[in-house]
């Protein structure tokens, strides 16, 4: 038999920046919510273009207790000496000023689920370059990110998912964060074993993460099997063909020419100014207090915080029906529907008002939990109200089913000899039986319905 070739061990480590909610900028007060303004560079003032001799303010402070509060969440050590505002210098169309201003690091040496986390820190985004039309759009320019750097202790594209989602499930309980779909943006270094490392820019969901990243290893595997050599490179990811692509041999530190930005004093963060800052729940007080107060199962609670949409979804429902069913509900029936799609909660159109209207259908017997289910299934992609489905539908064949049981009982009534027939064995007395009552519903009935009661009223 062949052995099987052993696969190289892999190292892979994260950069993720993710957009601060502040409203204002990190050095100007322009408007931040560049991704629902259409028309660009609008939000923009002399600061955030890099006009010439155009001072920055000072650092915004939101922005800075942000980052605090996630270095925190993030297991870090808050740095006590002075953090400067470095400029980061590189020559882009994005980038008016020729330079980025990244501070030094908020917080070090964190820790997450056994993932090292290196540093936390801010910097401000870049415009946005169409490459295409050749425009730049300066609404993005100066836009508070976080970067949070990881150790390279991921060692497979299923850690550095698994890695992804806790960490933005849990950037999501701060509440600081932008959550519009896509501005998260990774930069993943992968090295195989003994070969160079390769840096993957414009990675911006947990799914292109993933693939980015199975697709990386594949073509490093397969240029080694070749006999080619892995240079130290950064490389393009493109989401639509799920490929990467050379972009340039890796700047290393000294390109950027870091120097400290002579316009903004360094930042001293107080003592007072850290233990100022409180925590946000955390999924894991969360999943507590759920246990605590809802008395639902612990499996349960853990799938329910693990996203903290499907959490809120939950505790939305929980008070008006039992919070039992609603998160056996939830944990099963709503997952399953998600999964068989591949979507998450926000892109359906399940919401709490929609899923209580279910429930209470069923716990008033108004349908039974298998309509429900099937209700379901279709609402989380129509928003139909169920009730009106019920309305409409099924309530009307079920009363429709009562309907035929009281005819059914009439004709039982009036034909007695057919009824005596029937019963001593002539089975045709049972077609008449039917005719009866087909001729009194004007043919409307459903034949399979009226056998069956037939059958059954008359034993
Ligand atoms: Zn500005």
Same mark, same amino acid.
């Given at each position: 038999?062949?052995?099987?070739?052993?696969?190289?061990?892999?190292? *892979?480590?994260?950069?993720?920046?993710?957009?601060?909610?502040?409203?204002?900028?990190?050095?100007?007060?322009?408007?931040?919510?560049? +991704?629902?303004?259409?028309?660009?560079? *609008?939000?923009?003032?002399?600061?955030?273009?890099?006009?010439?001799?155009?001072?920055?303010?000072?650092?915004?402070?939101?922005?800075?207790? #942000?980052?605090?509060?996630?270095?925190?969440?993030?297991?870090?050590?808050?740095?006590?000496?002075?953090?400067?505002?470095?400029?980061?210098?590189?020559?882009?169309?994005? =980038?008016?000023?020729? +330079?980025?201003?990244?501070?030094?690091?908020?917080?070090?040496?964190? !820790? =997450?689920?056994?993932?090292?986390?290196?540093?936390?820190?801010?910097?401000? %985004?870049?415009?946005?370059?169409?490459?295409?039309?050749?425009?730049?759009?300066? $609404?993005?320019?100066?836009?508070?990110?976080?970067?949070?750097?990881?150790?390279?202790?991921?060692? #497979?594209?299923?850690?550095?998912?698994?890695?992804?989602?806790?960490?933005?499930?849990?950037?999501?309980?701060?509440?600081?964060?932008?959550?519009?779909?896509?501005?998260?943006?990774?930069?993943?270094?992968?090295?195989?074993?003994?070969?160079?490392?390769? !840096?993957?820019?414009?990675?911006?969901?947990?799914?292109?993460?993933?693939?980015?990243?199975?697709?990386? *290893?594949?073509?490093?595997?397969? =240029?080694?099997?070749?006999?080619?050599?892995?240079?130290?490179?950064?490389?393009?990811?493109? !989401?639509?063909?799920?490929?990467?692509?050379?972009?340039?041999?890796?700047?290393?530190?000294?390109?950027?020419? +870091?120097?400290?930005?002579?316009?903004?004093?360094?930042?001293?963060?107080?003592?007072?100014?850290? !233990?100022?800052?409180?925590?946000?729940?955390?999924?894991?007080?969360?999943?507590?207090?759920?246990?605590?107060?809802?008395?639902?199962?612990?499996?349960?609670?853990?799938?329910?915080?693990?996203?903290?949409?499907?959490?809120?979804?939950?505790?939305?429902?929980?008070? $008006?029906?039992?919070?039992?069913?609603?998160?056996?509900?939830?944990?099963?029936?709503?997952?399953?529907?998600?999964?068989?799609?591949?979507?998450?909660?926000?892109?359906?159109?399940?919401?709490?008002?929609?899923?209580?209207?279910?429930?209470?259908?069923?716990? %008033?017997?108004?349908?039974?939990?298998?309509?429900?289910?099937?209700?379901?299934?279709?609402?989380?992609?129509?928003?139909? #109200?169920?009730?009106?489905?019920?309305?409409?539908?099924?309530?009307?064949?079920?009363?429709?089913? %009562?309907?035929?049981?009281?005819?059914?009982?009439?004709?039982?009534?009036?034909?007695?000899?057919?009824?005596?027939?029937?019963?001593?064995?002539?089975?045709?007395?049972?077609?008449?039986?039917?005719?009866?009552?087909?001729?009194?519903?004007?043919?409307?009935?459903?034949?399979?319905?009226?056998?069956?009661?037939?059958?059954?009223? =008359?034993?």
């Amino acid at each position: 038999m062949q052995k099987l070739e052993e696969r190289p061990k892999v190292k *892979i480590g994260l950069e993720i920046h993710v957009p601060i909610n502040s409203r204002q900028k990190l050095f100007c007060d322009c408007p931040t919510n560049y +991704y629902e303004v259409e028309e660009p560079n *609008i939000n923009t003032c002399p600061v955030c273009t890099g006009m010439p001799g155009a001072k920055p303010f000072p650092i915004n402070e939101y922005a800075l207790e #942000s980052a605090v509060m996630i270095a925190k969440l993030l297991n870090c050590k808050i740095v006590n000496v002075k953090a400067f505002v470095k400029r980061k210098h590189y020559n882009y169309p994005d =980038l008016p000023s020729g +330079y980025q201003r990244t501070s030094d690091p908020i917080g070090t040496d964190g !820790e =997450l689920s056994g993932i090292g986390i290196w540093e936390v820190h801010l910097e401000e %985004d870049p415009g946005r370059y169409d490459l295409v039309t050749g425009r730049v759009d300066y $609404n993005r320019s100066g836009v508070p990110l976080v970067e949070i750097v990881t150790a390279p202790d991921m060692k #497979s594209p299923e850690d550095v998912r698994n890695f992804l989602k806790e960490l933005m499930n849990l950037l999501r309980y701060t509440g600081r964060i932008i959550e519009v779909g896509g501005v998260m943006r990774a930069d993943v270094n992968i090295s195989l074993e003994s070969g160079a490392r390769v !840096e993957i820019k414009n990675i911006n969901s947990v799914k292109g993460a993933y693939k980015a990243i199975k697709y990386e *290893i594949m073509r490093q595997i397969n =240029l080694r099997k070749r006999g080619g050599v892995i240079r130290q490179e950064t490389r393009g990811y493109n !989401e639509k063909s799920m490929i990467t692509t050379a972009m340039r041999i890796k700047e290393t530190t000294d390109d950027y020419r +870091y120097i400290p930005d002579p316009d903004i004093p360094p930042l001293v963060l107080e003592k007072s100014f850290i !233990e100022g800052i409180g925590l946000p729940e955390t999924p894991q007080n969360r999943k507590k207090r759920l246990i605590e107060r809802y008395k639902i199962p612990e499996k349960y609670a853990q799938i329910l915080v693990r996203e903290k949409e499907l959490a809120d979804l939950f505790e939305d429902v929980a008070p $008006n029906t039992d919070p039992k069913i609603a998160a056996d509900w939830i944990c099963r029936e709503v997952l399953r529907q998600l999964n068989y799609r591949g979507i998450d909660l926000k892109e359906s159109k399940l919401n709490s008002k929609i899923l209580i209207e279910v429930l209470k259908l069923i716990r %008033d017997k108004k349908i039974t939990e298998t309509t429900g289910k099937k209700i379901l299934e279709r609402i989380i992609d129509s928003g139909e #109200s169920p009730i009106d489905i019920v309305e409409k539908e099924t309530l009307g064949r079920i009363s429709k089913e %009562d309907e035929l049981s009281m005819i059914v009982d009439d004709v039982i009534s009036e034909n007695p000899e057919a009824v005596q027939d029937y019963e001593s064995g002539k089975k045709r007395a049972l077609n008449f039986l039917m005719g009866q009552v087909m001729r009194k519903m004007n043919g409307r009935a459903d034949a399979e319905v009226v056998i069956r009661l037939l059958m059954e009223k =008359l034993g």
